[in-house]
């Protein structure tokens, strides 16, 4: 269990058009998945849909199609984009599934079994494109959804609920033993501050809704999507039905979610978990939200970025770049392909890019695309660097910092090329030190070698055609990584391939 994690996106809602928000929280998981796989961790990482709900079966019934018909098309823009985006998920959830189903059903009879389901009457007022009920505390005057500003039904009805209200003091407790329990700390103390004012049991079945998972026993009541859809990391995790991998994976879990979402996984979801008696997640990390050149996004504004046409445009890593590299996870951030076109200008074309070109173009240049390794082998100032950045790497990556790994990353393409230009390998090749150059090359393949480890998280793509540009293997998650970042542990001998820009520079 110590070398293992499970790591999870939420479960997208199908009828949605995949949109950067999306691309973000899962692009998050995907390099931390990449990242501790590279450790050499055993990771699950699993990402879905959420397939239920009044709003689907609406849409279907009005395009003369079935339910399961009309999320069977949807489902593939999900898993379509990404495919395009190189998300190594190992589950795909979809929450219509056989086995998804069965989960839930199996659930809410243990929490039934365990005196936390009770039937009552429910009435309140809900939105039904966001499909949430609102306390009357939360509206004004206008009965307005507080999230999207749709009018209101009021509904009464006949409904089960869970006793959540039960574990406000166990999730007090819980909140104060764990501290990085859910991450940034802001999320931190919002949801503390939310639940001290008081939990109220949580109404969790519907009647008079066919598209969603019957209650055991009760088939007239359908479960409430949230109930149906947090379930679904239990599902992935093998709850009941792989024990090995439930032990495995669970609970050194690691939920990523964007911050409109924080309540629901941060408060339901464990008071959920206590009433079945397993143990809590190890972290929630609540991302920030993008806004678009400074505003807020939205279909009405039609300004909503579209992941395809970004990917098309500029190529996947360099999208994934921006993402990861632009903001600070945590905190809101705005999108614009200016910015994304500058950034990667800079840290990928000028920087990065032009490292790598420069070195094969010498190493073809001077020592027709070979070099050996050194011997004796060493570079104090830039084994010191490279300790640095390791620790400042491992450091930030553990906390979900990825702009700020990054930044460590990019100290040692800087020293490179500061050294490049202080060697100057021109004046040696004149003055015919050949020893002196063929070792400087070395040590700038070497670093480039190391390069390739740290970037494959963030833009594997980018990573694996270096590994060729440089001669080596492609099979990056099969070498170990403590060995492999070491300077010592290059090839005896480089023999590269042709240099070919890995980043053109974007010309608008
Ligand atoms: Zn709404």
Redesign the pocket.
């Known amino acids: 269990m110590d070398n293992s994690f499970y790591i999870t996106t939420p479960i997208y809602y199908v009828n949605d058009v995949p949109h950067i928000g999306h691309a973000y929280t899962t692009c998050a998981a995907d390099v931390l998945a990449r990242y501790y796989r590279l450790r050499g961790y055993r990771v699950l990482f699993s990402t879905g849909t959420d397939e239920h709900g009044q709003k689907i079966e609406k849409a279907a019934w009005d395009l003369g199609i079935s339910p399961q018909e009309l999320v069977d098309k949807m489902v593939v823009r999900f898993q379509d984009l990404w495919e395009k985006m190189n998300i190594s998920y190992d589950e795909f959830i979809r929450t219509t599934d056989p086995r998804h189903i069965k989960v839930v059903q199996d659930f809410f009879r243990l929490l039934d079994e365990r005196g936390y389901i009770y039937l009552g009457d429910y009435e309140g007022w809900y939105?039904v494109?966001?499909e949430?009920f609102w306390p009357e505390s939360q509206l004004d005057e206008r009965l307005a959804?507080p999230?999207?500003?749709?009018p209101l039904e009021k509904l009464k009805e006949e409904s089960y609920f869970f006793a959540l209200s039960r574990f406000q003091e166990p999730l007090l407790q819980y909140l104060e033993s764990h501290p990085d329990f859910i991450m940034p700390e802001s999320r931190y103390r919002e949801i503390e501050s939310f639940i001290r004012r008081g939990l109220k049991d949580q109404s969790i079945s519907r009647v008079g809704l066919e598209w969603g998972i019957p209650v055991p026993s009760h088939p007239r009541h359908t479960l409430y999507v949230w109930f149906d859809a947090l379930i679904n990391y239990l599902t992935a995790a093998g709850w009941g039905s792989s024990p090995d991998k439930f032990s495995t994976f669970w609970p050194s879990t690691y939920h990523l979610v964007g911050k409109d979402i924080l309540r629901f996984h941060a408060v339901l979801w464990p008071g959920m978990l206590m009433a079945a008696s397993l143990p809590l997640p190890q972290r929630i990390f609540a991302h920030g939200w993008w806004t678009v050149e400074g505003e807020k996004m939205s279909k009405s504004r039609g300004n909503v970025v579209d992941p395809y046409l970004m990917i098309d445009r500029y190529g996947v890593d360099r999208f994934r770049y921006f993402l990861m590299r632009e903001v600070s996870f945590g905190l809101d951030g705005d999108f614009s392909e200016k910015a994304l076109v500058e950034r990667s200008n800079a840290d990928l074309s000028d920087n990065f890019g032009n490292f790598v070109h420069r070195t094969l173009g010498m190493v073809w240049r001077y020592k027709k695309g070979v070099a050996r390794k050194p011997s004796p082998y060493q570079d104090e100032e830039w084994e010191k660097l490279l300790e640095e950045v390791k620790e400042g790497f491992h450091y930030h990556m553990e906390r979900f910092a990825f702009s700020q790994a990054l930044e460590q990353v990019w100290r040692l393409v800087h020293f490179a090329n500061r050294y490049i230009e202080r060697e100057a390998p021109w004046k040696l090749h004149k003055e015919g030190k050949e020893k002196e150059l063929e070792d400087l090359l070395y040590r700038l393949l070497d670093n480039a070698r190391l390069l390739s480890f740290f970037l494959y998280p963030f833009m594997p793509d980018t990573a694996l055609r270096l590994r060729e540009l440089l001669g080596l293997s492609p099979n990056l998650e099969g070498e170990n990584w403590g060995e492999a970042l070491q300077w010592s542990l290059g090839p005896e001998v480089y023999s590269v391939r042709e240099a070919q820009p890995l980043f053109p520079r974007i010309v608008e």
């Open positions: 939105c494109p966001c949430t959804c999230d999207c500003g749709r």
